[in-house]
């Protein structure tokens, strides 16, 4: 099983005027963390609010950011044939924790998400998905993919534990290799008129962050 992306997002209660400001802001924050030119893109007042406006990224194409009008996004990306990123996988945690910290500065968070992709190498990546969670109706598929939630209740609101499992292929270091790709993305549901406390958002990263690594993730393929 190999790591191919890590993703913090932090949604807000609040409309930023200023994107290209605050990310600013949080790249000094970071210790300029984000050393390659920054693209901004200039977009209406009325155009949709998630659209990122400032896109961000470090020189060795490790770490990403994207920044809109009302959520900001922390990336880190590892390379599915060398495995070159799983390195930076502690120093994301620990920097997510400083992303999320800053951001409550000027703003009101009212959902976070973590989110992992993987990659399980394979030549018959459809059968074990069949295997694993469909019945005999569907047997010899060459194309399937699943989609599940799983809720629960904890930190005094609904946590959405959402898995995509599709057999696919991936390329990395010019070799395309053929298996499964197992998306997780832990997120809460937000409740209107509710904002996340600073303590608890940060536990509930912790909480989100253990659930897309390692054994949590083998155990789904």
């Known amino acids: 099983m190999k790591l191919l992306l890590l993703q913090t997002a932090v949604f807000f209660n609040n409309i930023v005027d200023r994107p290209d400001f605050e990310f600013q802001l949080l790249n000094q924050k970071l210790s300029n963390l984000f050393d390659a030119i920054p693209v901004t893109i200039p977009v209406p007042p009325n155009a949709p609010l998630e659209i990122p406006i400032v896109q961000a990224r470090t020189s060795n194409n490790r770490y990403g950011c994207n920044f809109s009008r009302n959520r900001a996004d922390f990336y880190l990306h590892v390379d599915p044939v060398t495995n070159e990123g799983m390195q930076y996988v502690s120093s994301f945690l620990t920097l997510s924790k400083q992303f999320i910290e800053h951001l409550y500065i000027k703003n009101t968070i009212n959902r976070l998400g973590v989110v992992s992709q993987h990659f399980f190498e394979s030549n018959n990546a459809a059968s074990l998905i069949q295997k694993k969670?469909?019945?005999?109706?569907?047997?010899?598929?060459?194309?399937?993919?699943?989609?599940?939630?799983?809720?629960?209740?904890?930190?005094?609101?609904?946590?959405?534990?959402?898995?995509?499992?599709?057999?696919n292929s991936v390329i990395g270091n010019n070799l395309v290799l053929s298996g499964a790709t197992i998306q997780r993305d832990i997120n809460n549901t937000p409740v209107m008129g509710f904002n996340i406390p600073k303590k608890e958002c940060l536990q509930l990263f912790d909480y989100c962050s253990n659930l897309v690594l390692g054994e949590e993730i083998r155990r789904l393929l």
């Open 133 to 167: 969670y469909c019945n005999s109706l569907i047997d010899g598929s060459t194309e399937l993919t699943i989609r599940y939630n799983k809720p629960k209740s904890m930190f005094s609101f609904i946590i959405n534990d959402i898995v995509e499992i599709s057999n």
